[in-house]
Protein backbone atom coordinates (compact mmCIF):
# COMPACT_ATOMS: atom_id res chain seq x y z
CA UNK A 1 0.00 0.00 0.00
CA UNK A 2 0.72 3.82 -0.45
CA UNK A 3 -0.04 6.45 1.81
CA UNK A 4 0.10 10.00 0.48
CA UNK A 5 0.54 12.93 2.66
CA UNK A 6 -1.09 15.90 1.86
CA UNK A 7 1.68 17.55 2.84
CA UNK A 8 3.56 16.47 -0.23
CA UNK A 9 0.75 17.51 -3.04
CA UNK A 10 0.84 19.77 -5.63
CA UNK A 11 -1.15 21.74 -8.22
CA UNK A 12 -1.77 19.77 -11.01
CA UNK A 13 1.43 20.74 -13.26
CA UNK A 14 0.08 23.03 -16.69
CA UNK A 15 1.21 20.27 -18.78
CA UNK A 16 -0.75 17.30 -17.45
CA UNK A 17 -4.31 19.70 -16.68
CA UNK A 18 -5.80 18.18 -19.96
CA UNK A 19 -5.49 14.42 -18.70
CA UNK A 20 -6.37 14.92 -14.49
CA UNK A 21 -9.96 13.69 -13.98
CA UNK A 22 -10.23 12.90 -10.49
CA UNK A 23 -6.43 12.42 -9.74
CA UNK A 24 -4.65 13.69 -7.47
CA UNK A 25 -0.44 14.90 -7.49
CA UNK A 26 2.20 14.24 -4.79
CA UNK A 27 5.70 14.83 -4.74
CA UNK A 28 6.18 11.86 -2.63
CA UNK A 29 4.58 8.84 -1.25
CA UNK A 30 5.07 6.72 1.52
CA UNK A 31 5.45 2.76 0.92
CA UNK A 32 3.84 1.04 3.73
CA UNK A 33 4.32 -2.62 2.79
CA UNK A 34 7.81 -4.45 3.41
CA UNK A 35 7.35 -6.71 0.51
CA UNK A 36 7.96 -6.79 -3.17
CA UNK A 37 6.13 -3.40 -5.46
CA UNK A 38 5.19 -3.99 -8.83
CA UNK A 39 5.91 -1.79 -11.74
CA UNK A 40 4.20 -1.58 -14.92
CA UNK A 41 5.14 0.26 -17.61
CA UNK A 42 2.02 0.04 -19.72
CA UNK A 43 1.42 1.63 -23.55
CA UNK A 44 -2.26 3.23 -24.08
CA UNK A 45 -3.62 2.13 -27.39
CA UNK A 46 -2.80 4.30 -30.82
CA UNK A 47 -5.52 6.57 -31.54
CA UNK A 48 -7.28 6.71 -34.37
CA UNK A 49 -5.65 9.42 -35.96
CA UNK A 50 -2.45 7.20 -35.54
CA UNK A 51 -0.90 8.76 -32.39
CA UNK A 52 1.13 6.59 -30.44
CA UNK A 53 -0.69 5.84 -27.00
CA UNK A 54 1.19 7.58 -24.13
CA UNK A 55 3.51 5.57 -21.91
CA UNK A 56 2.16 5.35 -18.23
CA UNK A 57 4.10 4.05 -15.03
CA UNK A 58 1.99 2.57 -12.67
CA UNK A 59 3.32 1.45 -9.07
CA UNK A 60 1.63 -1.24 -7.18
CA UNK A 61 1.29 -2.89 -3.78
CA UNK A 62 0.44 -6.43 -4.61
CA UNK A 63 0.74 -9.15 -7.55
CA UNK A 64 -2.88 -9.97 -7.95
CA UNK A 65 -3.47 -6.22 -8.85
CA UNK A 66 -0.64 -5.67 -11.48
CA UNK A 67 -1.54 -8.86 -13.30
CA UNK A 68 -5.35 -7.50 -13.37
CA UNK A 69 -3.96 -3.77 -14.68
CA UNK A 70 -1.51 -5.62 -16.91
CA UNK A 71 -4.44 -7.88 -18.57
CA UNK A 72 -7.08 -4.56 -19.35
CA UNK A 73 -7.29 -4.43 -23.24
CA UNK A 74 -6.28 -0.79 -22.84
CA UNK A 75 -3.01 -1.44 -23.51
CA UNK A 76 -0.82 -1.46 -26.74
CA UNK A 77 2.37 -2.51 -24.59
CA UNK A 78 2.86 -3.71 -21.49
CA UNK A 79 6.61 -4.23 -19.19
CA UNK A 80 6.53 -5.95 -15.58
CA UNK A 81 8.98 -5.08 -12.92
CA UNK A 82 9.43 -5.77 -9.70
CA UNK A 83 11.13 -3.59 -6.65
CA UNK A 84 12.33 -6.21 -4.32
CA UNK A 85 13.13 -4.18 -0.65
CA UNK A 86 16.73 -4.52 0.14
CA UNK A 87 15.80 -7.07 3.13
CA UNK A 88 14.44 -9.54 0.27
CA UNK A 89 17.47 -9.16 -1.81
CA UNK A 90 20.04 -11.57 -1.69
CA UNK A 91 22.96 -8.41 -1.87
CA UNK A 92 20.70 -6.86 0.84
CA UNK A 93 20.07 -3.52 -1.62
CA UNK A 94 17.14 -2.53 -3.64
CA UNK A 95 17.00 -3.89 -6.85
CA UNK A 96 14.46 -2.91 -9.64
CA UNK A 97 14.25 -6.17 -12.02
CA UNK A 98 12.72 -6.97 -15.58
CA UNK A 99 10.14 -9.79 -14.66
CA UNK A 100 10.32 -12.47 -17.54
CA UNK A 101 7.74 -14.89 -15.90
CA UNK A 102 5.34 -14.51 -13.22
CA UNK A 103 4.31 -18.48 -11.78
CA UNK A 104 1.14 -19.13 -9.38
CA UNK A 105 2.96 -22.24 -7.33
CA UNK A 106 2.38 -23.95 -3.76
CA UNK A 107 4.40 -24.09 -0.98
CA UNK A 108 6.46 -27.14 -0.47
CA UNK A 109 4.07 -28.54 2.92
CA UNK A 110 0.10 -27.54 1.62
CA UNK A 111 -2.00 -25.92 -0.81
CA UNK A 112 -0.75 -22.61 0.08
CA UNK A 113 -0.51 -20.03 -3.08
CA UNK A 114 2.61 -18.50 -3.69
CA UNK A 115 4.90 -16.51 -6.99
CA UNK A 116 7.66 -17.78 -8.27
CA UNK A 117 9.19 -14.69 -10.37
CA UNK A 118 11.97 -14.90 -13.44
CA UNK A 119 13.90 -12.02 -13.31
CA UNK A 120 17.20 -11.53 -15.31
CA UNK A 121 18.73 -11.39 -12.00
CA UNK A 122 17.84 -14.74 -11.40
CA UNK A 123 14.36 -16.37 -9.50
CA UNK A 124 12.57 -14.95 -6.28
CA UNK A 125 9.75 -16.57 -4.49
CA UNK A 126 6.86 -14.42 -3.09
CA UNK A 127 6.11 -16.96 -0.13
CA UNK A 128 4.10 -16.47 3.49
CA UNK A 129 6.44 -19.01 4.93
CA UNK A 130 9.58 -17.66 3.02
CA UNK A 131 10.16 -20.87 0.44
CA UNK A 132 13.34 -20.32 -1.33
CA UNK A 133 13.26 -20.57 -4.88
CA UNK A 134 13.09 -24.30 -6.09
CA UNK A 135 11.38 -25.11 -3.44
CA UNK A 136 8.02 -24.87 -4.90
CA UNK A 137 6.19 -26.54 -7.04
CA UNK A 138 4.45 -25.06 -10.58
CA UNK A 139 0.96 -24.99 -11.33
CA UNK A 140 0.16 -22.25 -13.91
CA UNK A 141 2.27 -19.58 -15.98
CA UNK A 142 0.72 -16.20 -15.62
CA UNK A 143 2.51 -13.97 -17.06
CA UNK A 144 5.36 -14.09 -19.84
CA UNK A 145 7.61 -11.90 -21.77
CA UNK A 146 9.04 -15.33 -23.72
CA UNK A 147 9.07 -15.00 -27.87
CA UNK A 148 8.19 -11.35 -27.77
CA UNK A 149 10.32 -8.25 -29.19
CA UNK A 150 11.13 -5.75 -26.46
CA UNK A 151 9.75 -7.11 -23.33
CA UNK A 152 6.42 -6.98 -24.13
CA UNK A 153 4.86 -9.50 -21.76
CA UNK A 154 1.69 -11.43 -22.42
CA UNK A 155 -1.03 -13.05 -20.00
CA UNK A 156 -1.21 -16.69 -20.28
Not at 21 to 40: C, F, K, N, P
Not at 41 to 56: C, K, L
Not at 79 to 92: A, E, F
Not at 100 to 124: F, H
Amino acid sequence: MFRADERFGVEVPRMLAHDVGDADYYRAVEVTSHGMIWVLDVQDEMSEAGVPGRWRRLFVANLDEALRLLGLAQWSARNLYVLVPSQMSPGKTMTLELCRAVWECTEPDDDQVCWRIETDQGPLLESLYGTLPGQESKRQLLWSTAGLEGGLGQMS
